[in-house]
């Protein structure tokens, strides 16, 4: 059966169970963990990733992908720490998120960084042997130009990871900036490279109530990551309105290719007042979903067949399951 590299080696997709498509542990930027140390407490870091990992994992969260590449301040150090603590498999990431390094954005070539991305998920990530199970890549309005197109730098990573795609099997999840409709963008260079969209999941697609826009991506093969819950911190939608954009597709008969997650993970440590604050708008962690989101949906009158499609069928297709 196809497998899913993790942190403590492949597992098959059907092991995976309730997944959760798009986390973190922690957020910061290229090298800064490794270079400044002094930014992080790392033991509170690791333990505070094992706590609330295990808070899930007790709820019955059977698998979270980590979709932290090197340009959101992947640390695989923290990762190992963490992923020896939990009761869950942990997906690492390879790919690149907003912050596109110069030096790969304006002097490297796709070819080279689909090579880069596939080492990744074939070798390993840094000289650990720990082999990425998922490419995460992020389209914004900084990556939007004005005659409708992408920045060479985002083009050139989407490509790539198009690339790494085809030649591996792993799977790609975005983030992007949904009220703009950049996931019609990055499908557009998915399908030009000739990926299966069913290995592709639209991350932060319940940042909008376009449901036209949010079909038109589901009707070419495509997942919706309906992945930022609660939401609603900096304006835009709250969790009820996110979740009732949920109901009117699963009504739709989308539920197959819905995942819900949360985009959780820890404050940048240049942003203080966020680690604050976090607590406080989301108290429940990595467990907001399960305690909040699936009761609303069934009060909506949402079917216990369409949550697992939700939470473990369709992220174990999108996987590489049947």
């Not at 004005?146 to 989407?158: K, S, V």
């Amino acid at each position: 059966m196809p497998t899913v590299n993790t942190m403590r080696g492949p597992v098959d997709v059907n092991d995976l169970g309730y997944v959760l498509t798009h986390e973190h542990v922690r957020e910061s930027s290229a090298g800064v963990p490794q270079t400044y140390p002094e930014l992080f407490d790392h033991e509170e870091d690791v333990a505070r990733g094992i706590s609330r990992l295990n808070e899930a994992a007790a709820e019955g969260v059977g698998t979270v992908l980590i979709v932290t590449p090197l340009d959101l301040g992947r640390d695989m150090r923290l990762l190992q720490d963490v992923a020896a603590g939990v009761n869950l498999h942990m997906v690492p990431a390879t790919g690149m998120w907003r912050d596109i390094p110069r030096h790969i954005g304006l002097g490297a070539t796709v070819e080279q960084m689909a090579s880069a991305f596939i080492r990744e998920i074939e070798v390993g990530i840094e000289g650990t042997g720990i082999k990425a199970g998922v490419i995460k890549v992020a389209t914004d309005v900084e990556h939007m130009t004005e005659d409708g197109g992408l920045t060479r730098p985002n083009e050139l990573i989407l490509r790539s990871a198009a690339r790494a795609c085809i030649a591996t099997g792993a799977s790609i999840m975005t983030h992007t900036a949904a009220p703009a409709r950049a996931g019609d963008l990055q499908v557009a260079i998915f399908e030009e490279e000739g990926v299966d969209l069913g290995r592709v999941c639209i991350g932060h697609s319940n940042d909008t109530d376009n449901i036209e826009y949010l079909t038109g991506i589901m009707k070419k093969g495509a997942f919706l990551g309906m992945d930022r819950y609660p939401g609603g911190r900096a304006g835009g939608l709250n969790w009820e309105q996110r979740t009732e954009v949920v109901k009117q597709l699963i009504d739709l008969g989308f539920a197959g290719q819905i995942t819900l997650s949360h985009d959780y993970g820890g404050a940048r440590p240049a942003l203080p007042e966020a680690a604050a604050a976090r607590p406080a708008h989301n108290p429940d962690g990595y467990c907001f979903i399960i305690r909040r989101v699936l009761p609303r949906l069934r009060e909506l009158g949402v079917s216990e067949n369409a949550i697992t499609e939700m939470t473990v069928n369709g992220p174990r297709r999108l996987l590489g399951g049947e």
